[in-house]
């Protein structure tokens, strides 16, 4: 990993760590949001957790690689879209159950 990438992590990691209404827990396996992971850091490239469809989205654009259709992950080399995508990523990923009271 270059320096360039630790100190956009580690930025990452600091914002979503800041602010109160975010529930970030950082592992050795990456960021999770209710115990689920969003987020890791993979060489020079995060790689974040995304909705199907805004997943396909970054992939036909370039802006991401990968095969979304599973899962959704998708690999982000450009740090200048860390937060966002991983800000994205943790709204997805930590959102509770639908009806889970119900």
């Not at 580690?10 to 970030?24: G, K, M, N």
């Not at 396996?29 to 850091?41: E, W």
């Not at 899962?71 to 982000?76: D, L, M, R, T």
């Amino acid at each position: 990993m270059s320096e360039l990438t630790d100190a956009a992590y580690d930025e990452v990691v600091f914002t979503l760590a800041q602010d109160p209404d975010v529930d970030v827990t950082v592992s050795d396996d990456g960021l999770l949001a209710r115990g689920r992971r969003f987020a890791f850091l993979d060489d020079d490239h995060l790689v974040v957790k995304l909705p199907h469809d805004r997943a396909a989205d970054l992939v036909a654009r370039r802006i991401a690689g990968g095969r979304p259709e599973g899962e959704g992950w998708v690999s982000v080399s450009s740090v200048d879209l860390w937060l966002e995508l991983a800000g994205e990523a943790h709204a997805f990923v930590g959102e509770p159950a639908v009806g889970g009271q119900s």
